[in-house]
C-alpha cells in the first residue's frame, strides 16, 4: 500500500498558495469634503458681499482722572442702563482735594463777609466827612477783591467736586458692553478706554468693497440683508455712509447699510451677507431679465479630462454618497465666486473643496452640507438664496 503523507503534504502546500495569494479585502476610501447646495438665484443679484452687524453708535468709556482702578462692575455682553456704575477708581486724593477745595471757600466767604462790613462803616463815615473819598476807595476795592476771591474759591471748588465724581464711571446710555480693556489694579490715564458700550437703537451691517464696485454701491443704495444664522429672513436697507478713504492694508472702502427693520433677532457681531443690484445705473438688465443662474465658489469649479478638451466641470454627490464628475456652462468670474448658467437644475450638493483628489464614483462624507443659507438678491423680496455653506468670497 502505497503511503498518502506525500500526497497530503502537496495538498496543505497548495492551500498555503492559495491563501498567499488571495489579496486581503480593503475597505474603500472614503473622503471628507466641503460641500454646498447649488442654488438658483436672480441674475441681477449676485453682488454681495458679507459683513457684521454693528451698533450705529460704539462709546469707548473713560474716566475724566487718572487713578487706580478699585472695581469693575460690569463684563463683556453686559446690558447696562444709563447712569449704571461701571468702574471706580482709588478717590481719596480726589476727595482731599475736595475738602481742601470746600476749606478755601469758607475762607474766602469769610474775608467777603469782613470787607463787606468793612465797606458799609466806612461808608457812613464818608458821608459824615470823617474819612477822605481816598481812604473810602480803599476799602470798595478790598471789598471787590474779596467778591473775585470768593467766586474763584467758589470755582475751584466746583472743580474739585466734579473730579471726585469722575472716579465713578457711569454709563451715559442704554447698551450693551462688547470690550473691556482695564481691569481692577491698573492706574488709567485720563480718556484710556475701560469698557465699549455699543448702544441700543439703530444697527448696521458694516461691510468692506473693492473701488471697482464703488459706483454700483452709490448709485442702488438700497440693499437687503440676510444673517448667516437665519438665512431665510430679509432685511432691508439703505446705504447710510461711504468711508472717504480706502483702507491702507486691504485697499477696501468700509460701507455701512442701515437696518430699517433691525429687529431682536439682530446682535452685534453676528455675520451677514448684503446684497445689492447688479447693475450700476439700478435698471434691470433686459439680458439678465428673468435669468436664474447659480453662483458657487471659485474652489468648486475643476474640469473634465476627455478626447473633446478639457471643459468646466464639478464634482456632484448623489444620493448614495457617491461623487460623478458634471461639466457646466459659465456664465461668469467674479469676486464674488462663478456663476453657473447650465449643467445644473439646481439643488445638487456641490463639493466646494478637495476636487482635485476625487475620482469618478468615489465614497465622500460631505462636511458643511446643513441647509444652504441665502444670500439676498436685489431683484425682489422673493430672490433665492446662495449657500453659505464654504460660501464664495466677498470683497472684503
Not at 14 to 38: I, W
Amino acid at each position: 500500500m502505497k503511503s498518502t503523507y506525500p500526497i497530503v503534504v502537496l495538498l496543505a502546500a497548495l492551500m498555503l498558495l492559495q491563501a498567499c495569494g488571495e489579496k486581503t479585502a480593503v475597505a474603500p476610501d472614503v473622503r471628507p469634503v466641503r460641500v454646498t447646495r447649488a442654488t438658483l438665484v436672480d441674475a441681477q443679484g449676485v453682488n454681495t458681499f458679507a459683513g457684521e452687524i454693528r451698533a450705529r453708535y460704539e462709546t469707548d468709556m473713560s474716566f475724566r482722572v487718572a487713578g487706580k482702578i478699585l472695581s469693575r462692575a460690569v463684563d463683556a455682553g453686559a446690558t447696562v442702563k444709563k447712569g449704571q456704575v461701571l468702574a471706580r477708581l482709588d478717590a481719596q486724593d480726589a476727595n482731599l482735594n475736595a475738602v481742601s477745595a470746600r476749606a478755601t471757600l469758607v475762607a474766602a466767604e469769610s474775608e467777603l463777609d469782613y470787607a463787606k462790613a468793612e465797606l458799609t462803616r466806612y461808608d457812613d463815615l464818608l458821608a459824615r466827612k470823617f474819612v477822605s473819598q481816598g481812604v473810602y476807595d480803599q476799602k470798595l476795592n478790598a471789598h471787590k477783591a474779596a467778591v473775585a476771591k470768593r467766586d474763584s474759591a467758589r470755582a475751584q471748588a466746583g472743580v474739585s467736586g466734579n473730579q471726585a465724581a469722575y472716579t465713578t464711571l457711569l454709563a451715559d446710555a442704554d447698551g450693551v458692553v462688547t470690550a473691556v480693556n482695564a481691569e481692577p489694579g491698573q492706574v488709567v490715564n485720563a480718556g484710556q478706554a475701560v469698557v465699549r458700550i455699543a448702544r441700543l437703537g439703530e444697527k448696521d451691517a458694516v461691510i468692506n468693497i473693492a473701488e471697482n464696485q464703488l459706483a454700483t454701491v452709490k448709485a442702488n443704495p438700497q440693499a437687503l440683508i440676510a444673517l448667516w444664522a437665519n438665512p431665510d429672513k430679509r432685511y432691508a436697507g439703505r446705504v447710510r455712509e461711504i468711508a472717504a478713504a480706502a483702507d491702507p492694508v486691504t485697499r477696501t472702502y468700509t460701507v455701512k447699510v442701515k437696518i430699517e427693520d433691525a429687529d431682536d433677532a439682530l446682535r452685534w457681531g453676528m455675520s451677514a451677507t448684503v446684497g445689492f443690484a447688479g447693475a450700476a445705473t439700478g435698471e434691470p438688465n433686459a439680458a439678465a431679465l428673468g435669468q436664474r443662474v447659480i453662483l458657487l465658489p471659485m474652489t468648486a469649479l475643476t474640469q473634465t479630462d476627455d478626447k473633446s478638451g478639457a471643459k468646466p466641470a464639478v464634482w456632484v454627490v448623489g444620493a448614495d454618497g457617491r461623487v460623478r464628475l458634471t461639466p457646466v456652462a459659465v456664465g461668469k468670474y467674479a469676486e464674488q465666486g462663478v456663476t453657473v448658467v447650465g449643467g445644473l437644475a439646481g439643488g445638487e450638493t456641490v463639493v466646494t473643496a478637495g476636487v482635485n483628489k476625487l475620482q469618478p464614483g468615489q465614497q465622500v462624507k460631505p462636511l458643511g452640507a446643513e441647509a444652504p443659507s441665502a444670500a439676498p438678491g436685489t431683484s425682489g423680496a422673493g430672490a433665492a438664496p446662495v449657500a453659505q455653506a464654504d460660501a464664495p468670497k466677498s470683497n472684503n
